[in-house]
């Protein structure tokens, strides 16, 4: 009977709170005065709030909610280790934006339930705490409501989630819901668990608490229970904590659970947040799994997810080319719809993960070409920038952007100077339409700077000048002032590269002065016979070519520290090798008249450079490259570039054909084309 009576006193209770779901009252109209108003102030600054949060049911601290260690069992043990899927069916389904890595929450629930009809109708994260507050009557509306509040507060702009957090945060029902969450916290769903953690984490309460650690905790015991989607929404939350005992315990079996279950995933967009929560030092089989589990599933690959896959790949610093490649095809087809700030990612992952597409990159480059007149210059700027850390040289983006800057040079601060230059110089570009115009404009800009620019900075800009064979008169006297008072002293760090960059300046100076004439007679070095084993085949090529060693010079050290791999030097009909011995005891044929355009003699220098050293999927030389082979025509050479790669993976006779097409081709007697100049 007094069960009966019991039953029947929560029964009235029950229906009393459902009477007023329908009409409780809204904090959103009652807040906007509030929300706008007055200094922010950080919640988690309120001393009983945090202490609060940190002692909530301190009864509870006995060893069923102890922290875990590293050598503590993450998985369930006895009976809940044998619990299967189907026994325990999750109360939540996710759903995936199109836009966003983000989850929602759709509850499964009897929709016959006014609270959450109600709960649906809510439009700011305090409507749902007033609702939990006034007609909450279980685990399951307590959770809804904390994930309504999440959901509600990442839809707000960065500066209303500030005040909001506030008003979260004090708010009575959140405490109340915070107590009641760390009371049933073992008699959640899976999906309840899951969800409330993953809008705690990202609601920016803090992780010592003793609710978040309690939620960590029951994650590890019931982590066999969970369903995929479940171990998705884990893993995504994981990904956005610090690592402490508990968490690092929950990843490591979390880990395990994967592996185990890796075969059975089909969701793409799950794989992917798995690859986010383990991150770089997941161990490389796991991530070939991972990797082998996204390619079953690339036929469904949609744009979102390719977009997507990039970063969760950059986030396990693991390059898989076919995954690679099917997302690049994928972008490539919907390249339209791409956000600025998209495009930039990409080819920042790219850059990390050391992956090249030309056809990719010049699809992007394409895009904000045909599309520029609709970005802001500091935009292109940015995606230059990003171009050149790839080595990838977009001709005509680059063009387009020249005429922009003469067409208005104010936009130019030190700072996007300073980019541009770089730029500029890395990928040796110079402009086919009003180059000398560019790069007064530039010099201009650099002078108007120079009394705000620091040592390094001036160093860099008249380095990158430099190196595309501009002289700044006034910048350059400026830098060579500070050097004669030892201004240019550096760190350690950057003593070397500056150094470097400074004789790099000295040797412009010198050899691009409108003044400087070839020299009769250019004094070498042979330094070894011996060369290093990426340049072997290229000898034993050479001496089959020419049939003695004595008909090239190999190891050539120059003035100005340049070094050649390889010269030899022909009569001046250019159609007869000259042995070394014959050449050096007859110095006259190293002379170049100026009066004639004939040589008496002529040398060649064969520079076996690395891929790097040219831009992308070309043989256009980059910028040092570039002024190298600038200065050695300066010196009489005639310069032949070969990428060495290629050279090493042709068969021996294709090399030998290949060095006999360079030294006899027209081509390799071509003048080099003017370079710009100006003192002023």
């Known amino acids: 009977m007094n069960n009966k009576i019991s039953y029947l006193l929560n029964t009235v209770r029950c229906v009393h709170r459902y009477s007023s779901v329908l009409t409780f009252k809204s904090s959103a109209t009652t807040r906007k005065h509030i929300l706008w108003i007055g200094r922010y102030r950080d ?39 044998l619990v299967s899927e189907k026994a325990s069916q999750s109360s939540l389904e996710v759903e995936k934006f199109e836009d966003s890595g983000s989850f929602k929450a759709k509850h499964a629930v009897d929709h016959s339930d006014p609270f959450f009809t109600s709960l649906q109708k809510c439009s700011c994260p305090c409507d749902a705490l007033d609702l939990a507050a006034e007609a909450a009557v279980s685990i399951k509306h307590y959770t809804n409501s904390l994930t309504m509040a999440w959901r509600l507060y990442k839809n707000l702009s960065e500066e209303q989630q500030r005040y909001e957090k506030q008003l979260i945060f004090e708010h009575p029902a959140f405490v109340k819901l915070c107590q009641q969450l760390l009371r049933d916290a073992r008699r959640m769903t899976r999906g309840d668990l899951v969800f409330s953690l993953h809008a705690l984490v990202n609601l920016g309460v803090p992780q010592n608490t003793l609710l978040l650690q309690t939620l960590v905790r029951v994650c590890q015991e019931r982590l066999n229970q969970l369903d995929n989607r479940c171990i998705s929404v884990l893993a995504t939350t994981l990904a956005g904590m610090d690592k402490d005992k508990n968490v690092s315990a929950l990843q490591a079996g979390l880990q395990l659970l994967v592996e185990q279950r890796i075969s059975s995933i089909r969701d793409i967009f799950i794989l992917q947040n798995l690859m986010k929560c ?31 896959m990039f970063l969760a790949l950059a986030a396990m610093n693991y390059c898989s080319l076919p995954i690679l490649n099917a997302c690049g095809k994928k972008i490539q087809e919907n390249i339209h719809d791409i956000p600025f700030r998209q495009l930039i990612l990409i080819l920042e992952v790219c850059h990390t993960l050391q992956y090249r597409n030309v056809k990719l990159f010049s699809a992007l480059a394409d895009y904000v070409n045909s599309t520029a007149y609709l970005w802001d210059k500091r935009q292109i700027i940015l995606f230059l ?87 700044p008169q006034r910048a350059l006297d400026e830098l060579l002032q500070k050097d004669s008072k030892d201004e240019l002293i550096l760190p350690d760090d950057l003593k070397e590269q500056n150094t470097m960059m400074l004789r790099c300046v ?81 110095p006259d044929s190293h002379v170049q008249s100026e009066a004639f355009p004939t040589f008496l003699g002529c040398r060649l220098a064969f520079l076996f450079a ?53 030294i006899y081709s027209e081509d390799a007697f071509s003048f080099p084309e003017a370079t710009v100049q100006n003192n002023n």
């Open 610 to 662: 690395p891929v790097s050293a040219f831009c992308l999927g070309t043989t256009h030389p980059q910028g040092k490259l570039a002024m190298k082979k600038r200065h050695l025509n300066k010196l009489g050479y005639h310069v032949i570039l070969i990428q060495n790669k290629k050279f090493q993976e042709m068969k021996n006779e294709d090399a030998v054909e290949f060095l006999k097409r360079k």
């Open 43 to 81: 919640p988690l600054g309120n001393v009983n709030f945090r202490k609060l949060l940190l002692n909530i049911l301190p009864s509870l601290h006995g060893s069923s909610l102890r922290f875990v260690s590293q050598k503590t069992d993450v998985y369930s043990t006895g009976a809940e280790a």
């Open 278 to 308: 383990l991150g770089k030092d997941a161990p490389v089989f796991l991530k070939k799994k991972l990797e082998m589990a996204v390619l079953r599933e690339t036929d469904g690959l949609t744009f979102p997810n390719a977009l997507r």
């Open 385 to 471: 920038s990003a171009c050149e850390t790839l080595g990838f040289q977009p001709t005509e983006l680059l063009d387009i952007f020249a005429e922009k800057v003469t067409e208005d040079p104010d936009f130019l601060n030190l700072k996007n100077l300073l980019t541009v230059l770089r730029v500029y110089s890395r990928l040796n570009h110079v402009p086919r339409v009003q180059k000398h115009l560019f790069f007064e404009i530039l010099h201009s800009c650099l002078n108007k700077c120079l009394p705000q620019i620091s040592n390094t900075e001036l160093l860099k800009a008249v380095y990158s000048l430099g190196i595309l064979g501009y002289l």
């Open 506 to 586: 000295k040797t412009c100076m010198e050899l691009d002065s409108p003044s400087f004439t070839k020299p009769a007679f250019v004094l070498t070095e042979n330094m070894s016979s011996l060369v290093s084993l990426n340049l072997k085949k290229a000898q034993e090529a050479l001496i089959e070519l020419l049939g003695d060693e004595n008909m090239f010079l190999q190891n050539v050290q120059l003035p100005y520290r340049y070094h050649i791999d390889f010269e030899i030097r022909m009569d001046s009909d250019r159609k007869k090798v000259l042995p070394v011995t014959a050449t050096d005891d007859h």
